[in-house]
């Protein structure tokens, strides 16, 4: 006859607000196959209640070492570690049985990838952004997960085991739905790509290429965290970031949101000076009131991001910006041309930017035909 491990011998209900509810938890562990090590090191981390969900995200299967992921996937151990530095997963030690089957299906991914031609760096950069991405995303889920799932006077036993279960259910609906969502915007994208001649020649795509660059940001955002909660920052914060994304269509392309600032692009500004303005003029009835700065220029495009003096430039334009007002560089204001009002505001140096930039205010035209 078996015969359980003694947890309250172990000093394993020490500290626990609810001891019964805690030892439900710690024998239903038990029970699903949890060694008392693990068992151990969990709860020093504070963590007894989520085994349930790391075992259902780990897909409940064979574990690997670090060894073995080398020999059945033909890739070097080195690049693995900086792939899994990129992925953002902890690096296992020589031995460690720890490297789940998905891991080894996104190493023989990998794998094939960089036979078909894709080069190590660019994958490490590729890697490391679709992480980022993914976390972005993971956070969304747990803050949904979290406000459905968790019911008055639930345990730790409750919650965790509840959660386990919804995502072993819900978990695999989500992959598709990604896959989708991705085939999309790479549709977008190409669409979007024009590759002329010369490049199909050369086999290389531009480099530095024309860009407008706009930024929105929250007027006063440092001052509003000294004033406000937390919670109510996270709330400014979230409803900015709808709004951007309910105002951006193409071509213009949110690029990313930096907290309180939000970085757009497109092949030509008058699109994204269209896009600015109609952004913080809503913000002039839906708090928090923004201000915006559009630039034009040559910029570089790496991992999903753009660099350049365009991309500079517009930062700080936007950070010139008077509470609710545009400004756009003279190259935007000889672009874009008639249709908007347009104001001089003078020469200015910015830190960062090679020589004096010519500054303009615009607003909408008041011309009804317009």
Do not use: C
């Amino acid at each position: 006859m078996r015969v359980g491990i003694d947890f309250e011998g172990e000093g394993m209900l020490e500290g626990a607000d609810d001891r019964k509810a805690r030892l439900e938890l710690l024998r239903t562990l038990e029970n699903e196959g949890f060694t008392l090590d693990e068992l151990r090191h969990a709860a020093a981390q504070n963590r007894l209640a989520l085994l349930p969900v790391e075992r259902v995200l780990a897909g409940e299967g064979k574990l690997y070492t670090r060894e073995e992921l080398a020999e059945r996937t033909g890739l070097d151990p080195g690049f693995l570690d900086e792939a899994g530095r990129a992925l953002g997963v902890p690096i296992r030690e020589p031995g460690e049985r720890a490297i789940t089957e998905e891991e080894m299906e996104l190493s023989r991914s990998a794998k094939a990838l960089l036979d078909a031609g894709l080069p190590e760096e660019g994958f490490l950069e590729l890697t490391a952004v679709m992480s980022r991405s993914m976390a972005s995303i993971a956070a969304s889920f747990a803050a949904l997960f979290g406000e459905a799932l968790l019911q008055p006077g639930d345990t730790e036993r409750d919650l965790g085991l509840r959660y386990a279960e919804t995502l072993r259910n819900l978990g695999p609906l989500a992959a598709p739905t990604l896959e989708q969502m991705f085939n999309l915007r790479m549709r977008e994208q190409m669409r979007e790509a024009v590759i002329s001649q010369a490049e199909l020649q050369s086999g290389k795509l531009a480099g530095a290429q024309s860009v407008a660059v706009g930024f929105v940001d929250i007027v006063g955002f440092t001052r509003l965290g000294e004033d406000v909660s937390p919670d109510d920052v996270g709330t400014v914060v979230r409803r900015f970031e709808r709004a951007v994304a309910d105002a951006v269509e193409p071509p213009v392309r949110l690029v990313k949101t930096i907290g309180d600032a939000a970085m757009l692009v497109a092949p030509e500004p008058a699109p994204v000076v269209e896009s600015v303005l109609d952004l913080v003029e809503r913000s002039q009835d839906e708090a928090p009131l923004l201000r915006g700065g559009v630039a034009l220029g040559d910029g570089l495009q790496r991992a999903g991001d753009w660099y350049g003096r365009p991309v500079n430039l517009a930062a700080r334009l936007t950070s010139f910006a008077r509470r609710g007002s545009v400004v756009t560089s003279k190259e935007v204001r000889e672009a874009v041309g008639d249709g908007y009002n347009w104001s001089e505001a003078g020469n200015r140096r910015f830190k960062g930017v090679k020589g004096s930039v010519e500054v303009f205010r615009v607003r909408r035209s008041p011309d009804p035909a317009r």
